[in-house]
């Protein structure tokens, strides 16, 4: 996601922007003190903001790509992706213990989400080899009926139970599931979002996922299909006049940005 914010650099001589939002603790406790700071890709020093009660605050350059990030020694947050602070909305951030509820499940679910992406960007660069295409089978099955397995035993893995890193791996697993068990989970992660206990983008693309395998236009223009070049090409997207008010509310990119960056690259497995 870096490639177009390189043309963007230019903008960042524009007059910052205040950006603001809500602290969100699901802890018995909230923490006494936050960092908030921001990186940005155009490689400026660390922007430092404030963090009040429940409330954090921090000024970002328009037109460039920024990670604003809250945290202290023994708290943690997920990472809002700010891609342009001129358009992007301000949204609600959750702060957990670093020690998380579920600390086993934590790291064997950061460990399926590895295996996900590495055997995925194997295929990529050997897409001609049986073998690796019969791994992929395998391990997305495995991986799948795995994670059933702990859904059914202790409900969608929240940043709260594992922190993000392995509620990311949850979901990247969940993607590659059968279609029929994604859709009876998208209702989980929908619960877990109302509760800001999940990734809003990675929320949107698992809508739009169900809807393209259930013969729908989808929403936020996240699924692509390989066209006669090999290039990526978008699926049919509902009323795309109006897709970056819905990407933006979902804390993602406008998709004149997102298109940069996806549609010359090569499709690789989803």
Not at 42 to 60: K, S, T, V
Not at 163 to 177: F, P
Not at 203 to 213: E, G, P, Y
């Amino acid at each position: 996601l870096l490639a177009f914010c390189c043309a963007a650099a230019a903008a960042g001589s524009a007059v910052p922007v205040h950006f603001a939002g809500k602290i969100i603790s699901r802890a018995a406790v909230a923490p006494d003190k936050l960092a908030v700071f921001a990186d940005c890709q155009d490689g400026r020093a660390r922007i430092l903001g404030q963090a009040e009660g429940d409330a954090y605050r921090i000024d970002l350059p328009q037109g460039i790509t920024c990670v604003l990030m809250l945290g202290e020694q023994e708290w943690d947050s997920d990472p809002q992706v700010v891609f342009d602070a001129g358009t992007a909305r301000p949204l609600p951030m959750l702060v957990y213990p670093r020690q998380v509820r579920e600390p086993e499940l934590a790291r064997e679910l950061f460990e399926m989400g590895q295996q996900d992406s590495a055997i995925r960007h194997a295929v990529a660069q050997a897409p001609q080899q049986a073998s690796l295409t019969l791994r992929l089978q395998a391990g997305d099955g495995a991986r799948a009926r795995r994670l059933a397995q702990i859904i059914a035993g202790k409900g969608w893995p929240t940043h709260t139970m594992v922190g993000a890193q392995a509620a990311r791996g949850a979901w990247l697993v969940a993607q590659h599931a059968p279609a029929q068990d994604l859709k009876r989970w998208l209702v989980l992660m929908q619960a877990a979002a109302d509760r800001h206990e999940m990734n809003l983008p990675n929320l949107a693309t698992s809508i739009d996922r169900v809807l393209v395998n259930d013969g729908q236009e989808q929403l936020y223009g996240t699924q692509f299909h390989a066209g006669p070049d090999g290039a990526r090409v978008p699926r049919p997207t509902a009323a795309i006049a109006q897709i970056d008010a819905r990407r933006y509310s979902m804390g993602m990119s406008s998709y004149a940005q997102y298109l940069a960056v996806m549609a010359p690259v090569a499709a690789q497995p989803q």
